[in-house]
């Protein structure tokens, strides 16, 4: 059994999510999918796939959309409520 550590204080957040450790990979490919943003055990690898990902997420990028997001929950919105 591996060895563990378990944090109580939420400043602990940035030592423990936020690290330039490696992650175990145990626990990171519970998913099996070790190229899923998850499933990164490498900090380096996790840090040029965030930094791809980034813009996608931007201010501007889901405004962008945000006429699509609205008619996606208008269209779910309708189902929900037909029944």
Request: net charge positive; hydrophobic share 35%; proline share 7%.
């Amino acid at each position: 059994m591996q060895p563990q550590l378990h944090f109580s204080d939420p400043r602990a957040f940035d030592d423990i999510y936020r690290s330039k450790f490696t992650k175990e990979p145990w626990f990171y490919d519970a998913a099996k999918r070790p190229e899923s943003s998850f499933g990164f055990i490498d900090p380096q690898k996790s840090r040029e796939r965030q930094n791809a990902l980034r813009p996608l997420f931007s201010r501007r990028a889901v405004l962008k959309l945000e006429n699509v997001i609205q008619q996606s929950v208008a269209n779910h919105l309708k189902i929900i409520t037909a029944t």
